[in-house]
């Protein structure tokens, strides 16, 4: 069994390209029986290799289990080809930025990946949750099976272990935090600010509740669902705002945080224009955490606009990397403990047809004397001498495989037969 995780993440590729390649999340099931076909189209076996996809702002990876490739370069190019195929992108655009990890590697990755190790923000707990996410929905769509379910719930496990035994997580800045620093060098002071946040998912819920702690002047949510709008607009004592009003409220806002599942821009340029133009020039703070991104890139050419996306906020997040070290060893530590475990147990199963096939082979042989003892009986026999002749018909079939391959075998394979033999019989010589 091939195991592989193919991908692009923030490290090899910039948001400009993730957010094509990202996939929103009420199609990732869809994405993922997709993806099944397109690799059944060319695997060998009769069952469909299993598949996942991960998708968040800062990666999209697709984990695989196949009896199919052969080498890395082809799972690259099969994996990449859907991708660039499901998003209408060439595929000479895609390839230079994606990786892939085979076998333990890929296990590895997984790993790191649910710990927080590979993150933007070292020790993040969100993606276990995004990745616990996209396991559920890869189920429902029919792409695990025997093997992805197996390293997912170790990798579910190994994220549990790492977190209850170091301190991955200790001195972590946020996302939120960062931006709440970066607006700070903007404004001496949020609390004569007004800040509005477009969105009510997880990620704006943290924003949301750092930007809280500072006390602004005023905070509103706005989102496309009224009803969950309301319901932080009153956790925080904020307001609440209707899409449809941004275009004649924005200019109203000092700092805007935009974190959404839209697949186009929710903000343009002329609507950021027409907004600072009525400020009279006085500054605005943006920062966009969607990939796809929620604000025109070209927003940020603007004079009197300071706008960051979710890569421009990487370094503000390091603070306390150094602090981290030793617990980013000892992770490392225990994921490989249990990549190496998870690896034994794949091993494991390479065994289980031949087992199956010694079973059944067994079976066919127990039932063959066991009807020959029963009609020996019924004629009438003695049934010491049908027990004797049952037994000795089973030991001479078990053991004729094994003396015909002694027997034809040339000298050195013979004599690796003859050390391996007594192993499995358990023999004593």
Request: glycine share 6%; hydrophobic share 45%; charged share 25%.
């Amino acid at each position: 069994m091939q195991l592989l995780a193919v991908g692009l993440n923030h490290n090899s590729a910039p948001i400009s390209l993730r957010e094509k390649v990202a996939f929103p999340a009420d199609q990732l099931g869809q994405a993922v029986g997709s993806a099944c076909a397109w690799f059944s189209r060319s695997d060998v076996q009769s069952k469909a290799p299993e598949t996942a996809i991960l998708s968040t702002c800062n990666r999209t990876e697709i984990y695989a289990a196949s009896m199919q490739y052969g080498n890395v370069e082809e799972a690259i190019d099969a994996t990449g080809h859907f991708v660039a195929d499901y998003h209408k992108l060439p595929y000479s655009e895609l390839r230079p930025y994606l990786y892939a990890l085979p076998q333990h590697d890929a296990v590895r990755h997984a790993f790191r990946v649910a710990s927080g190790l590979d993150s933007m923000v070292l020790g993040e707990p969100q993606i276990l949750g995004q990745m616990k996410d996209a396991v559920r929905q890869a189920e429902a769509a029919g792409g695990l099976g025997t093997y992805l379910h197996q390293m997912f719930q170790r990798t579910f496990a190994v994220a549990k272990e790492v977190r209850s035994t170091t301190e991955i997580g200790a001195h972590s800045v946020s996302m939120a935090a960062a931006a709440v620093r970066l607006s700070q060098r903007i404004f001496d002071s949020l609390e004569d600010q007004h800040v509005l946040f477009i969105g009510a998912g997880e990620m704006i819920e943290l924003c949301a509740t750092h930007f809280a702690a500072q006390n602004p002047k005023s905070l509103t949510i706005a989102n496309r669902t009224p009803e969950r709008a309301e319901l932080l607009a009153e956790r925080l004592h904020g307001h609440t705002l209707r899409l449809s009003e941004l275009p004649d409220q924005l200019a109203k806002f000092d700092v805007v945080i935009s974190c959404t599942a839209s697949t186009l821009p929710i903000i343009g340029l002329g609507m950021v224009e027409r907004a600072i133009k009525s400020r009279r020039r006085k500054p605005m703070f943006m920062v966009d955490i969607a990939v796809p991104r929620d604000i025109e890139p070209e927003v940020g050419r603007l004079d009197d606009v300071f706008l960051y996306t979710v890569d421009d906020l990487g370094s503000a997040v390091q603070t306390g990397l150094e602090n981290r070290q030793a617990a980013v060893a000892q992770a490392e530590s225990i994921i490989e403990t249990r990549v190496q475990s998870f690896m034994h147990w794949v091993d494991g199963r390479a065994v289980v047809p031949i087992i199956q096939d010694l079973q059944e082979s067994s079976e066919q042989m127990r039932q063959v004397e066991l009807e020959r003892a029963r009609k020996l009986i019924a004629k009438g026999e003695d049934i010491d001498v049908v027990l004797e002749a049952l037994s000795k018909g089973l030991t001479a079939k078990f053991l004729h495989g094994p003396q015909q391959a002694l027997h034809n075998a040339e000298a050195d394979e013979r004599a690796r037969l003859a050390q391996l033999l007594p192993q499995l019989f358990r023999t004593k010589r």
